[in-house]
């Protein structure tokens, strides 16, 4: 579903919704959207309607790789008489064919179809990370949002409750989901997906990815499911109240209203709701298993210990000191890593399997404990209680390759100058931070950048 191309709890992130279950193939990421007015659901309150859904993103490795030159617009490869995109569509009709899409299908599909060089934009304007982990997290969990939540649990509990029933998946986990990806309904997009699949694909840049994501949205039309025009979403394609690509839809949305549709674009979002619940199940949703629980340090704590591959039992964790806000040991749900997003100077949690399994659905950190804190905050939870580095901002593409070659510089070799805060970084990170007495826990802030370039004076 989507790239394994995480920032290693570096928060390091920006803000835009896009497809969820948008786990994109071959050299991108999810597809990346912006803000789109989508049909209100009638039901959803909007009294306090929040702005805008919210999706994090790592940026596509290609372009990290290419570096910030490659974010500026390129002009459109077809003239505006439209000529060679209908000529792509003619050559496309055979491989759809091969695919299992009749001509019936393919012709009311692409009825009135044109290239949306708008889409093109969108997809080459793919901004710079500017978010950190706390900035997302104020608006993933505020006070509108949770508040929006708790209505939307009101006014759909009853079919709520019985996904829960029916997947295990808490149904604050499901309207948390919902709640990011499209302000509970609100903000689904309105483009249309057939038109921007195929300008996408036609434009070549990601074009295989993205004939792919037509060939599974024109199977979705051949199966009924809706109609061409009533397929909407993002520019990127990302559908429904839980924004599904094409491909993800096929493989995990159900009907669980029994009208024999698998209908997410509904105002009804309970085919949508379930499909969400049914995707978490399938990759090992654990009932009653938290996602994380936020935990305090003891002094002097061994930092090299916030690693993911390291697991412990809460009871572990406690007898080094690792306990709840309260003092306590953790409940011993099962095995758990420390996750510290912002280092030393923020919030630490103990995370257990369902982070992983939060973590499919898309793999940005500050998403997966966005979902968990949401939910958490829905079920009456407290708000996170440690202090974040609210001084600090996130480096810039280019700031994280100056932070590489100054280590590297100095002796803290990161394996190369990529601009993607990976292990080896981090670990070099480590490394200068212990030479310099410091809290070794991994965290290339920017405070640590300046040390590094005073040094380099």
């Known amino acids: 579903m989507r790239l394994s191309i995480i920032l290693a709890a570096m928060a390091l992130l920006m803000i835009e919704p896009a497809g969820a279950f948008a786990r994109a193939v071959g050299e991108s990421l999810r597809p990346v959207g912006r803000p789109a007015s989508g049909s209100a659901v009638s039901s959803t309150p909007t009294r306090h309607a929040v702005g805008r859904s919210l999706r994090p993103h790592p940026r596509p490795a290609r372009i990290e790789a290419r570096g910030e030159a490659a974010i500026q617009p390129e002009e459109p490869r077809v003239s505006s008489s439209n000529l060679g995109f209908q000529r792509w569509i003619k050559r496309f009709r055979a491989r759809a064919n091969a695919a299992g899409i009749s001509n019936r299908t393919f012709d009311r599909a692409f009825d009135g179809v044109r290239y949306d060089a708008d889409v093109i934009q969108r997809d080459r304007n793919q901004s710079e990370f500017t978010k950190t982990l706390w900035e997302y997290l104020d608006s ?228 997966v404990i966005g979902v968990g804190h949401l939910s958490d905050r829905l079920k009456g939870g407290p708000k996170i209680q440690a202090n974040w580095p609210r001084g600090d901002r996130a480096l810039t593409f280019s700031e994280r390759k100056e932070m590489q070659r100054l280590l590297t510089r100095r002796g803290f070799d990161t394996k190369g100058v990529d601009g993607r805060i990976g292990p080896l970084t981090i670990d070099a990170v480590r490394d200068y931070q212990r030479a310099q007495g410091l809290a070794p826990d991994g965290y290339p802030s920017l405070r640590l950048l300046q040390r590094l370039r005073d040094q380099g004076r």
Do not use: C
């Not at 009871?315 to 030393?344: H, K």
């Open 140 to 367: 993933a969990a505020s006070d509108t949002r949770v508040s929006n939540g708790k209505q939307a649990l009101r006014d759909h509990g009853r079919t709520l409750r019985a996904i829960e029933a029916k997947y295990g998946v808490d149904k604050e986990v499901v309207a948390a989901v919902w709640g990011l990806e499209s302000a509970y309904g609100t903000y689904r997009g309105k483009t249309d997906v057939i038109e921007a699949m195929a300008t996408l694909a036609y434009d070549g840049r990601r074009g295989k990815f993205f004939e792919q994501q037509l060939i599974a949205a024109l199977k979705i039309l051949e199966n009924g499911d809706t109609t061409p025009r009533n397929m909407t979403g993002s520019w990127a394609g990302a559908m429904g109240h839980t924004q599904f690509i094409p491909t993800s839809y096929l493989s995990f949305a159900v009907d669980f209203t029994g009208d024999g549709r698998r209908d997410i674009w509904s105002d009804d979002p309970s085919d949508a709701l379930a499909s969400t619940a049914a995707y978490l199940a399938r990759h090992g949703w654990v009932k009653g298993q938290p996602w994380g629980v936020e935990v305090k340090l003891p002094r002097q704590f061994n930092y090299a210990l916030a690693n993911r591959k390291i697991q412990k039992m809460p009871s572990e964790w406690a007898r080094l000191g690792v306990t709840d806000m309260n003092g306590r040991a953790v409940r011993n749900y099962g095995s758990a890593s420390l996750l510290l997003p912002a280092g030393a100077q923020g919030a630490a949690f103990l995370i257990f399997k369902n982070f992983s399994v939060i973590e499919r659905y898309n793999t940005a950190d500050a998403y």
